[in-house]
């Protein structure tokens, strides 16, 4: 009886003394003590760990810095085998890699975890001009993670959490003085932040839009999966890159070296497309490259599909002008608005089409999306009127109901008289 309760005792502390066991394990961690009691500002080190993805992995000071955590004195610290001390731009890419790049190390924390950063960034204009040519005010891996406040990519907080990459590449890439001499500009962040893709990720907060690391890779030179830059629009944009891969265009800008989306759309200022794109008019794109008399079909064929897209949306508008006023009589429309949203999809359809620059095969996604316009426009009309037609016979009933009451009204008083 007596050794049980003993025994239950020691099992009741247990988790007590775990904790001072734990305890005393942490007051061990000498560089943290000792960094951790700088006075405010020169503590950011110890400060920012705290939150830092590797002290969460139960990493400490010395997991990176290295030197014995034991020692509660500095000069000693150095001293200590394996003390590694502060990198410099040119070692801190293979400091980090000391572990990265080492799967049966980072296979115990985190086995869906890849450890290709280092050979990535290598084959990256940021890695070849610090591996080849030395050049250390390219980014390293600090310039991207920060060094002592690291976030997994997947938390909001991160510096490559997509909402904040922009920010993190326009430190470097819209600082003109920084930059100044390699001959690139310093707008690509300022152009972003205005195109279809920046509004979408920044003011929309949709991550599906494309941040700068998208298009130009995490580590590499290219995102995985891409060979060149001028193909990485398609990742995201399939059907339209697989049309333009049908077209014509395809080989002929091959050959002369124009790239596949950016030769209409630019790079960092992607706007929203218009349909006067299209077509012969002087600010349509075709009439850059084709003339009627420059020998292929591209100039009349422009024309035919400018044709297509003003007709379906011309259509789609008298539909929805059709709707919206039986609407507001107070007709049900609910069944003709939905067929709405699909001709709206054929219209997206059709734009897709465009990128097969051919105007048969452009009418064709759009000829359903027409015809079913067509058909709402008069079906609305139909409503429309069949409101008047229900005004008017209201109108005759009402009188009919006057006549009879008052018909009603006579027969009794001349009963009572
Ligand atoms: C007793 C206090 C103390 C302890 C313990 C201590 N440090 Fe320091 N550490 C300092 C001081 C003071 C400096 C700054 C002055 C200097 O550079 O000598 C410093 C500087 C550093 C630096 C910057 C060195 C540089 O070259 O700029 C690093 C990195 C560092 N410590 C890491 C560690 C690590 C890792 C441990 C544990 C293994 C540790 N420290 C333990 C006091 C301490
Ligand atoms: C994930 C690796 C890593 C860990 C863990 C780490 N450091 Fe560092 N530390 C670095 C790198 C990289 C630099 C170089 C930063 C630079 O060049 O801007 C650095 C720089 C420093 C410096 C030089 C001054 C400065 O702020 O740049 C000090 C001091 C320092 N670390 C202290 C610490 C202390 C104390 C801890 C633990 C609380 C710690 N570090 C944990 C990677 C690490
Ligand atoms: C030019 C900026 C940049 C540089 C330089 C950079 N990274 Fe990254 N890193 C990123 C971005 C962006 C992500 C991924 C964000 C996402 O997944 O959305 C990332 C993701 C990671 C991840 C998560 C796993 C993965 O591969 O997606 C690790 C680990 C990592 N980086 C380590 C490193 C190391 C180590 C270095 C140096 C060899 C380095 N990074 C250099 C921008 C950078
Ligand atoms: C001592 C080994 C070691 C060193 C050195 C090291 N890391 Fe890590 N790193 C890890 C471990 C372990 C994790 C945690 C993996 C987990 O639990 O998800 C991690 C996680 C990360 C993550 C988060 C990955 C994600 O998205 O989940 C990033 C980013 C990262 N490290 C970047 C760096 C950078 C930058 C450096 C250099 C300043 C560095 N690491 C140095 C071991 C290390
Ligand atoms: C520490 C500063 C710094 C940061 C942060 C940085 N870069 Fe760079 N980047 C440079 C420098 C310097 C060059 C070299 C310029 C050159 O070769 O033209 C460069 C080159 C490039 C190039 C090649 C330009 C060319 O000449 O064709 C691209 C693309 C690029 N960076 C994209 C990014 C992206 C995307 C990010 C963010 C994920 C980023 N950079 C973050 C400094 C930085
Ligand atoms: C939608 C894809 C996309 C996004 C998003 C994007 N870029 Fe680019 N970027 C490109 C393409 C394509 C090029 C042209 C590359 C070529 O012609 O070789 C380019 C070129 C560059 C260059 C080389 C110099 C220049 O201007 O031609 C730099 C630097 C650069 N981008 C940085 C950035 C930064 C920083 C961001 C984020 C603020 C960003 N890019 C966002 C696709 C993109
Ligand atoms: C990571 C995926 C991704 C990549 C890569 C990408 N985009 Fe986009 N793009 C989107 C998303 C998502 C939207 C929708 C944004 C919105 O909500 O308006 C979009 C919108 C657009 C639009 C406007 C469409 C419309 O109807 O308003 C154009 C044009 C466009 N992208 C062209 C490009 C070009 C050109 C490239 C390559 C230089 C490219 N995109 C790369 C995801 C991507
Ligand atoms: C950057 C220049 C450029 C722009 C812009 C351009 N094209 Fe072309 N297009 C070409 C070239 C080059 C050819 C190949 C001509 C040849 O085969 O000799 C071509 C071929 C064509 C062809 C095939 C002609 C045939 O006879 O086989 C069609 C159709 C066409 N373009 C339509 C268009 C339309 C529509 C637009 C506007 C949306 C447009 N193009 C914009 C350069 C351009
Ligand atoms: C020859 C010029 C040209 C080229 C090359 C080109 N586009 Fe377009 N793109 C246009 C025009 C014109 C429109 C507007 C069509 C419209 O009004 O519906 C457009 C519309 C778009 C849209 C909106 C489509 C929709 O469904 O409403 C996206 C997204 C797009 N392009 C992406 C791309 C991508 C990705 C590439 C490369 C594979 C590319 N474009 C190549 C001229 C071009």
């Known amino acids: 009886m007596k050794t049980n309760s003993g025994l239950r005792n020691v099992l009741i502390l247990l988790p ?44 400490s000071c ?25 990198p410099g731009a040119k070692e801190v890419n293979q400091f980090c890699a000391s572990c990265h790049s080492n799967p049966a190390y980072m296979v115990k924390f985190n086995p869906s975890l890849p450890t290709d950063q280092l050979d990535k960034y290598k084959t990256s204009v940021h890695g070849k001009r610090l591996f080849e040519q030395g050049d250390t005010k390219v980014a390293t891996c600090i310039s991207c993670h920060t060094a002592h406040s690291i976030q997994p990519a997947a938390e909001p907080t991160s510096a490559v959490y997509p909402i904040n990459i922009p920010k993190t590449c326009a430190n470097c890439h819209a600082d003109a003085d920084y930059m100044s001499g390699y001959g690139i500009t310093t707008d690509q962040h300022e152009k972003y932040i205005r195109s279809v893709h920046g509004r979408a990720l920044l003011d929309k907060k949709d991550i599906s839009a494309p ?62 497309p218009k349909m006067h794109w299209v077509g012969v008019s002087d600010s349509s794109l075709c009439v850059q490259c084709h003339a ?85 426009a008069i079906q609305g009309e139909k409503k429309i009127e069949e409101y008047y037609f229900r005004r008017k016979g209201l109108g005759i009933a009402t009188l009919l109901i006057t006549i009879l009451v008052i018909a009603i009204y006579l027969r009794i008083k001349s009963i009572e008289k």
């Open 16 to 59: 007590l003394w775990l904790g001072v066991l734990t305890v005393a394990a942490l007051a061990a961690d000498q560089c943290l003590e000792c960094h951790s009691s700088w006075e405010e500002g020169l503590d950011a080190p110890s400060v920012q760990f705290q939150q830092d993805i590797h002290s969460k992995a139960g990493l």
């Open 62 to 86: 010395a997991s990176c810095h290295g030197g014995d955590p034991t020692l509660d004195d500095m000069d000693a610290v150095r001293k200590s085998k394996g003390y590694k001390g502060v």
């Open 211 to 272: 941040a700068c690391n998208d298009c130009h890779g995490n580590h590499g030179a290219t995102p995985p999966g891409v060979t060149s830059l001028s193909a990485v629009c398609g990742l995201c944009h399939t059907l339209i890159a697989d049309n333009f891969a049908k077209s014509p265009h395809k080989e002929a800008f091959d050959a002369m070296g124009y790239p596949e989306c950016e030769t209409c759309h630019s790079n960092h200022l992607i706007e929203k």
């Open 292 to 376: 009627p008399d420059d020998g292929t079909g591209g100039y009349v064929a422009a024309a035919r599909i400018y044709e297509t897209l003003v007709n379906i949306n011309s259509i789609y508008n008298a539909a929805l002008a059709r709707i919206d006023t039986a609407d507001m009589k107070g007709m049900l429309v609910t069944d003709e608005r939905f067929a709405l949203n699909e001709v709206k999809q054929a219209i997206i359809q059709t734009g897709t089409a465009v990128h097969t620059f051919d105007p048969e095969a452009v009418s064709k996604v759009a000829e359903p999306g027409i015809t079913s316009a067509q058909n709402i």
